[in-house]
T-cell receptor, first 114, second 109 residues
């Protein structure tokens, strides 16, 4: 069966510090991978998605970047965090770029920038 | 633009029935998804509709009318553990998921 791992679960970082959140998927090949951010009481904002190694699409220009160094690994990074980067970050995967398949989510990372 | 509307919050009583509505305007349509999200946790998949009509899964049912751009999630025999946010998401013509803001459901004893 497929599983998705995302870590860490919680993170408190000072303003101006770097960020690296990692997500890995097991049990499937060539998944579509996604990074979302969810503000308190709000919906999911798509940040980045990837349909293959090295292929990254950015939905919202901001202080973050993403990379996919391996087929089942997706990394969200920042060189210098801002207070506005605080939020709940979710990694997700689904199969089939051009198919209607459900997305499966990692446990999420609660990031607080102080 | 693309838009999905859901009520912000609903309250219901344990054992009762509640209907959570979702209306959408998207660039194309390739299916509608409902997710449940408990506070502080990740969303989990509940249901998928791509054709008009009702899909039933135990205590949960989901309905779709494509001509009206409308869906609802029906929860029966409510339990305290059903207290959560319910997210509606539509897959558009590019097979991207467009998310509603979610409906926070509060269950009272």
């Amino acid at each position: 069966s497929q599983t998705i791992h995302q870590w860490p679960a919680t993170l408190v970082q000072p303003v101006g510090s770097p960020l690296s959140l990692e997500c890995t998927v097991e049990g499937t090949s060539n998944p579509n991978l996604y990074w979302y951010r969810q503000a308190a009481g709000r919906g999911l904002q798509l940040l980045f998605y990837s349909v293959g190694i090295g292929q990254i699409s950015s939905e919202v220009p901001q202080n973050l970047s993403a990379s996919r160094p391996q087929d089942r690994q997706f990394i969200l990074s920042s060189k210098k965090l801002l207070l506005s980067d605080s939020g709940f970050y979710l990694c997700a995967w689904r199969l089939g770029e051009w198919e209607s398949t459900e997305a499966f989510f990692g446990q999420g990372t609660r990031l607080t920038v102080v | 633009g693309q838009n999905i509307d859901q009520p912000t919050e609903m309250t219901a009583t344990e054992g009762a029935i509640v209907q959570i509505n979702c209306t959408y305007q998207t660039s194309g349509f390739n299916g509608l998804f409902w997710y449940q999200q408990h506070a502080g946790e990740a969303p989990t998949f509940l249901s998928y509709n791509v054709l008009d009509g009702l899909e039933e899964k135990g205590r949960f049912s989901s309905f779709l009318s494509r001509s009206k751009g409308y869906s609802y999630l029906l929860l029966k025999e409510l339990q305290m553990k059903d207290s959560a946010s319910y997210l509606c998401a539509v897959m558009d013509s590019n097979y991207q998921l467009i998310w509603g803001a979610g409906t926070k459901l509060i269950i009272k004893p």
